[in-house]
């Protein structure tokens, strides 16, 4: 059964995520915005996704560019989960995935590294 949470409450929950990230490395976070929305219309059960170019992708001509994306899935979380504490867990390792998408970090060095 789905996970009930209020969109207060989920949106805390990311913001606490954000903050596991290492001072350095959130320092470092460049021309990025995380959103949260309910669902992904193309791929529904997406839990997140990084729209952008990764800061080891930019070069000397990158600028004037609008951020790049970090967002998080809300209803598919939820869905995912089978209960609260796991969807605290969730939440964060969507968040830690998608920001190392950000840093240049691909799918399969992640899943090496336990954030799969």
């Known amino acids: 059964m789905p996970v009930e949470m209020s969109r207060v409450r989920f949106d805390e929950l990311v913001e606490e995520a954000l903050d596991l990230i290492p001072a350095e490395l959130a320092a470092a976070m460049d021309n990025v ?4 929305e309910e669902r ?4 529904p059960s997406l839990l997140g996704l990084y ?8 070069t000397s001509t990158y600028g004037g560019v609008l951020p790049d994306r970090i967002t998080i899935y809300r209803e598919a979380l939820m869905d ?3 209960d609260e504490d796991e969807l605290v867990d ?3 390792v969507t968040v830690v995935h998608e920001v190392a998408h950000h840093f240049g970090i691909d799918d399969h060095k992640l899943h090496e590294m336990g954030w799969g």
């Open 40 to 43: 992904n219309p193309d791929e």
């Open 33 to 36: 915005v995380v959103l949260v």
């Open 90 to 92: 969730e939440i964060a």
């Open 80 to 82: 995912f989960c089978s």
């Open 51 to 58: 729209e952008g170019v990764a800061l080891t992708e930019r």
